[in-house]
């Protein structure tokens, strides 16, 4: 059941909050009777937690992709965008920097996009089992990880709150105190230095340990931010030189700054209690992202620099025929405002985990977590000197969450019963600089979740399992909205009425189910069949320009019935896993990002202009397939493979939709119809003991767009302004490709030295891997990806 309604006024939260933070303090956090630093059995296989219980990787009943840390790292994965690559129905890519410095994550065409605080990511992600609210910030450096586990399809029983289209999970190492450790270093392309090490020790012999870990990584960018005046001086009109050089080079876009420390701490007082407790600090400076401009045309007349009726115009010629060159500046100095072309993500989180077995089959979990962000991005929208649009993102953000499971197992049955517990506040700091349309926000956007659930496994006779499980969700969302002018007076007309609004509240509940069966046939075959739903709560559109934007919208949910087969063959070398899945995705949730009225309203009413309202499109059916494989056909040759296709269609589309130009064989965002990847590496050993291993991973994605509106970036001519010379350019099309990466590593006998050669990109393709147009401003840009790039690694262990 779903139910939503819109009100003005806003509960209290105290005393459930404090509770929580008192149950958390009282009974802290971690995992069932089990070591999650033992990612992988005698048999070397992964096992995962997937449903709450230690197992194998092959006995898990779900579409799942684990990998450890070592298995990360020979292919090159360095941080959660580089996941794209080792999983099927999975795409992850970084924002234009107009979402902040944000991260958007699709699994089987369910996601989001939008870094607003105030809309649900589609995929959930995890840090050591904490749920982590936002994709703003979710870029993570993958450094002393155990393993990721990636789930597909709906999650809602299992990973809970917003695993809609499925969840990734992420485990760091757990201390030991066996003395063990590493450091690591990185020279590479665009001077590339990275440090990373680790170290474990026993605090007190069999009662505490402590391991610490930490990196840097720090690269020059690949995108020139070149001064336009400086290198075209025939075509800058009044635009002046600000840059004084040969190269005219002001900086670059796509570089890399940041660091991070992770401290856990180990306690195990007796057999039969484990207490982890975890600290992490990160700090991000990177460059924005790597943009560019591929589309110019204002259509309701051409801003000039400085605002000088007859200065120089901003149109196509501020595109650069130059692959890695844009001529931004973040600056609109006609206005005297400053966006700044860098991020600042700060980052640090808190958990405590623990885990009580009450006796040989019933164990006590209680997960407690606390997370904080402040994050501050500039944003070049026309990548230009003429200052069309610019704009800096400064949100805030914290986040408690409390999961208490009780768990049992017996002959008979597996079961877990449980609640949860989210409680955010973010807040929207952004300053707008669009050509008329200047404004600061201030908009504190408050959440809080509560969900019961609960899970069992039957086991009625030796191979056959039953599955169920069931999880209520309620949840509650308050926004507000403030405006003033970029120097802090009062908001202009159109804006400052938002400042009268009431706040508005969301509320909505809903209950998730589960029902699977599977059945192991020998050590080499398991067959599963399951019934799973999902489920992304609605809101208010949570950037108005106006009050009448600001308007509600519903949840979405989808029903997945998957079938699965699990194999392990050829005296268990090969290992093919295979999965196909329909599912029914309703009242599904799209932002119309370029800005186009809707309700029949033309450009000229405020209600539309500069719009980037939710609102829920329609329905549609998937149908996909999965495969994976990994094989060892002889020994020291390894491959490994995956392949997804997925046929999307758009069954019914709302008004609102249509409005939007979305039409019924359009693709959801950033979701392509084909993924493939395959890898080959040979262990070559040598007489001393030591080893050699060539690797080369191919990875190829199919075209994909940037907003739900595939083809409609050009709407009806009698509305809407067109320009003929971007008549054959679509500025959401992001072509397929397909990229090489290349390594070679050696390791000493005792394996105590490592060192390797990569090389990512290896034909040097040119590719974009998102992109952002804005029909109003009349600008389009794409978020380029790196050109060839190679690093030599090091690696000591002790």
Same mark, same amino acid.
């Given at each position: 059941m779903v139910k939503s309604r819109i009100s003005g006024r806003i509960t209290s939260r105290a005393s459930f909050f404090a509770a929580a933070s008192l149950l958390g303090l009282v009974a802290a956090s971690p995992a069932l009777a089990q070591d999650d630093n033992a990612s992988s059995s005698s048999n070397n296989d992964i096992i995962v937690t997937a449903q709450f219980q230690?197992?194998?990787?092959?006995?898990?009943?779900?579409?799942?992709?684990?990998?450890?840390?070592?298995m990360l790292a020979q292919r090159g994965i360095d941080t959660t965008k580089d996941l794209v690559s080792i999983a099927p129905s999975v795409n992850l890519t970084n924002n234009a920097a107009v979402f902040g410095a944000s991260t958007s994550v699709f699994i089987r065409g369910v996601g989001q996009y939008d870094?607003?605080?105030?809309?649900?990511? *589609?995929? *959930?992600?995890?840090?050591?089992?904490?749920?982590?609210?936002?994709?703003? *910030?979710?870029?993570?450096?993958?450094?002393?990880?155990?393993r990721v586990e990636i789930l597909r399809g709906p999650q809602g029983t299992l990973s809970g709150k917003n695993s809609e289209g499925g969840s990734i999970k992420i485990y760091g190492k757990k201390p030991m105190g066996d003395g063990s450790g590493y450091v690591e270093a990185t020279y590479g392309s665009r001077n590339r230095i990275d440090l990373r090490g680790a170290f474990d020790l026993s605090l007190m012999k069999d009662v505490a340990a402590l391991r610490v870990s930490g990196y840097t990584s720090n690269q020059d960018g690949y995108m020139k931010r070149i001064d336009f005046a400086c290198a075209n001086p025939s075509q800058a009109g009044n635009i002046p030189v600000s840059h004084v050089g040969t190269d005219c080079e002001m900086g670059t876009e796509g570089g890399i700054q940041r660091w991070g420390v992770r401290a856990a701490l180990r306690i195990t007082p007796s057999d039969n209690v484990e207490i982890n407790i975890i600290g992490d600090r990160t700090i991000d400076k990177s460059d924005p992202a790597a943009l560019k401009l591929d589309y110019a045309f204002a259509p309701f007349g051409a801003p000039t620099y400085n605002n000088d009726p007859s200065g120089t115009p901003w149109d196509s010629r501020f595109i650069s025929n130059k692959k890695y060159v844009t001529y931004a500046t973040y600056d609109d100095t006609a206005n005297g405002f400053d966006a700044g072309a860098k991020t600042l993500n700060k980052?640090? *989180?808190?958990?405590?985990?623990?885990?009580?077995?009450?006796?040989?089959?019933?164990?006590?979990?209680?997960?407690?977590?606390?997370?904080?962000?402040?994050?501050?991005?500039?944003?070049?929208q026309d990548g230009s000197p003429i200052g069309v649009a610019t704009t800096q993102i400064h949100n805030t953000y914290h986040q408690f969450t409390q999961e208490l499971r009780l768990s049992g197992k017996s002959d008979l049955i597996d079961w877990t019963v449980g609640g949860f517990y989210y409680d955010a506040h973010g807040v929207l700091m952004n300053?707008?600089?669009?050509?008329?349309?200047?404004?600061?926000?201030?908009?504190?956007?408050?959440?809080?979740?509560?969900?019961?659930?609960?899970?069992?496994?039957f086991h009625p006779v030796a191979g056959l399992d039953l599955i169920g499980g069931i999880r209520y969700t309620d949840d509650k969302k308050t926004y507000d909205f403030n405006r003033t002018n970029l120097q802090g007076g009062p908001a202009n007309p159109a804006q400052a009425p938002l400042n009268d609004l009431p706040p508005l509240t969301y509320k909505g509940d809903h209950v998730d189910y589960r029902l699977g069966i599977d059945y192991r046939f020998n050590d080499q075959a398991m067959a599963y069949a399951q019934w799973s739903t999902g489920y992304k709560g609605g809101g208010v559109n949570a950037k108005p320009f106006t009050p009448n934007q600001a308007i509600p919208f519903g949840p979405e949910s989808l029903d997945t019935w998957e079938l699965g087969l699990k194999t392990d063959l050829a005296d268990h070398r090969v290992r093919l896993n295979v999965a196909g899945f329909y599912s029914k995705y309703n009242n599904i949730v799209l932002v119309n990002a370029a800005g186009y009225c809707v309700g029949g309203e033309t450009p000229s009413n405020s209600s539309c202009f500069l719009s980037a309202l939710p609102f829920n499109a329609g329905s549609a059916h998937m149908k996909g397939i999965e495969v994976e494989l990994n094989a060892e056909p002889v020994d020291g040759l390894t491959l490994n493979g995956s392949l997804s296709y997925l046929d999307f269609k758009y069954t019914k589309l709302a008004q609102a939709a249509l409005d939007s130009y979305i039409t019924l064989?359009?693709?959801?965002?950033?979701?392509?119809?084909?993924?493939?990847?395959?890898?080959?590496?040979?262990?070559?050993?040598?007489?001393?003991?030591?080893?050699?291993?060539?690797?080369?991973?191919?990875?190829?994605?199919?075209?994909?767009?940037?907003?739900?509106a595939n083809n409609g970036f050009y709407p009806d001519p009698n509305i809407y302004p067109q320009d003929p010379q971007f008549a054959d350019l679509n500025p959401y099309l992001i072509p397929g490709h397909t990229t090489v990466n290349a390594r070679i590593a050696f390791v000493t006998a005792d394996k105590n030295w490592e060192a390797s050669i990569s090389v990512k990109n290896l034909t040097n393709k040119y590719y974009w891997t998102n992109a952002f147009a804005f029909y109003f401003s009349g600008t389009g840009q794409y978020v380029i990806a790196p050109p060839r790039e190679w690093a030599v690694t090091l690696k000591r262990n002790f």
């Open positions: 230690a197992q194998s990787l092959q006995d898990t009943p779900l579409a799942i992709t684990a990998q450890t840390g070592e870094n607003n605080f105030a809309y649900e990511p *589609g995929v *959930g992600i995890y840090l050591d089992d904490i749920y982590y609210g936002v994709i703003t *910030g979710a870029d993570f450096e993958l450094a002393d990880i155990d980052g640090w *989180g808190v958990s405590g985990d623990v885990s009580i077995d009450v006796n040989d089959n019933i164990n006590l979990r209680s997960i407690t977590g606390y997370r904080a962000l402040d994050t501050l991005a500039g944003f070049d300053s707008i600089d669009s050509g008329a349309t200047q404004f600061i926000t201030d908009d504190p956007v408050d959440t809080t979740s509560k969900s019961g659930f609960a899970h069992v496994v064989d359009d693709y959801p965002p950033l979701t392509p119809k084909w993924k493939l990847s395959g890898g080959i590496a040979y262990q070559i050993g040598l007489q001393n003991g030591a080893t050699i291993t060539p690797r080369v991973d191919v990875d190829y994605t199919s075209k994909t767009y940037s907003d739900p």
